[in-house]
């Protein structure tokens, strides 16, 4: 059975956090000790030379993003090792050969409906919090400020999908199906999942029950790990555009006039992409509710020792009865 029902969510999220804190602590410490001689400033001397100037910069964000993938892992690992179930179980079993061509049709799809989405949440973005909505696109649109484009290769790509599907639909989705039904698990987990990404939430929400789906369709994670690859691999592309590129960025309004057709084409597409799948995912995410077993220990991996005594009365067949001695 892959996925794990029995890992606590609270308990994963307050380690996460602590953890998160403490890796904050610890960089602000090391800035304040160079600001005040104490270390030797890295951006001074031939290390420019040598080294992306941004790098302590760097490392400190991906140190601090990664932060929160290793906590959860190591929990699960502990999980896994104490209840005596391997991560192949975990992972569930993968089909062979793997349906790449589906995967990335529907990584496609997936990519322009939430794309779509992206667009709408900045227009209500826009008419709520009209002086923040230049800031937040450029935000959304190119890469952490600090962050070398192969750290966020790196992390994006290669980091968040193994570790994002293991804790969101590996752990939380499984956890929440299995305490309240396998839809609101889904819808829960995905609100979540989207939560996290901020400006894109819209969007993330949206993946997150398609990844949901994927994984309760095929029983295992490796398959939303790659079409969540394949989601981060495309969304790079116009980041690294961006990024070679002298052309100074346009404001959202400036998109937004120049493209609204284009926009609202995708958005009638979109809108009947969701009505046609949306109910088509809900039936196959209901069919985990008559999967989810009542604990993540195998039946074979129980001390015999740690099985209940049946509350039968025990049967003594006449062979074994005592026989009264008459004298």
Request: proline share 7%; charged share 15%; aromatic share 12%.
């Amino acid at each position: 059975m892959w996925g794990i029902t029995t890992l606590g969510v609270r308990s994963l999220v307050l380690w996460t956090i602590l953890i998160n804190i403490g890796f904050c602590l610890l960089f602000f410490a090391l800035y304040v000790l160079i600001y005040i001689g104490a270390l030797p400033d890295p951006y001074v001397g031939i290390v420019p030379k040598l080294i992306d100037p941004d790098l302590v910069t760097s490392l400190s964000l991906f140190a601090l993003s990664t932060s929160g993938y290793v906590v959860p892992i190591w929990m699960l690992h502990r999980k896994l090792k104490k209840t005596n179930q391997s991560w192949q179980r975990f992972l569930g079993e993968v089909p062979h050969p793997i349906p790449w061509l589906k995967l990335l049709v529907i990584t496609v799809t997936m990519i322009f409906v939430a794309s779509t989405a992206v667009y709408w949440t900045f227009v209500l973005i826009d008419y709520l919090f009209s002086d923040a909505t230049d800031a937040l696109w450029t935000a959304q649109s190119s890469k952490p400020h600090g962050m070398g484009l192969g750290t966020l290769f790196v992390l994006a790509v290669v980091v968040a999908p193994i570790t994002e599907e293991i804790i969101f639909r590996g752990i939380i989705f499984r956890r929440w199906a299995h305490k309240w039904g396998a839809v609101k698990g889904a819808l829960f987990s995905s609100l979540l999942f989207g939560c996290l990404h901020f400006t894109s939430c819209v969007s993330t929400f949206l993946i997150g029950l398609v990844l949901c789906t994927l994984a309760v369709k095929t029983k295992n994670i490796v398959i939303p790990i790659i079409v969540h690859t394949f989601n981060n691999l495309f969304a790079m592309i116009p980041l690294i555009l961006a990024d070679n590129s002298e052309q100074p960025e346009s404001s959202f309004d400036d998109i937004l006039q120049e493209d609204l057709g284009i926009i609202l084409f995708m958005s009638v597409i979109a809108v009947g992409l969701i009505a046609f799948y949306l109910p088509k995912m809900i039936v196959i995410i209901r069919t985990l509710d008559t999967d989810i077993p009542p604990s993540d220990i195998p039946p074979s991996d129980i001390p015999p020792s740690d099985i209940p005594p049946s509350n039968q009365p025990e049967v003594v067949h006449a062979a074994h009865k005592p026989v009264d001695v008459i004298r």
